[in-house]
């Protein structure tokens, strides 16, 4: 009896405690328009059908964001912003600019792919 007891009570805990919350993701949900729960499905499909190692790049990348100061976030979400403010042709100089600037020399490249050779030398021993 007491068994029986105790485990209708760890049921009962989580429960308990999911009512008491001042608002749920439930009543969330009902507050979105149809447009955002379309956007939030939508996501969530892609993200399903997403390989396994592009979620772990996604998740770090998340994390990575969450990581950074607040003024830090304030500061890109307003670059970003900016950024597509911008008409077509000024986006697309400044997406040339930068491909240019993470473009290596040639002997940036050998030695990165000289590092790479090297450690992975040293994980297989």
């Not at 040339?96 to 040639?106: H, I, L, S």
Request: hydrophobic share 30%.
């Amino acid at each position: 009896m007491i068994k029986y007891l105790s485990f209708l009570a760890l049921l009962f805990f989580p429960l308990a405690a999911l009512a008491l919350q001042p608002e749920g993701y439930s009543e969330r949900w009902r507050r979105l328009t149809p447009e955002e729960k379309a956007v939030i499905q939508r996501n969530y499909q892609r993200w399903k059908k997403m390989p396994n190692e592009e979620k772990d790049y996604l998740r770090r990348e998340w994390n990575h964001w969450q990581r950074l100061p607040r003024e830090r976030r304030e500061q890109l979400k307003q670059r970003f912003d900016e950024f597509r403010q911008l008409p077509p042709e000024e986006r697309r100089q400044w997406r040339d600019k930068y491909q240019e600037r993470r473009r290596f020399t040639p002997d940036e490249r050998k030695e990165l792919d000289r590092r790479f050779r090297d450690r992975r030398e040293r994980y297989r021993d």
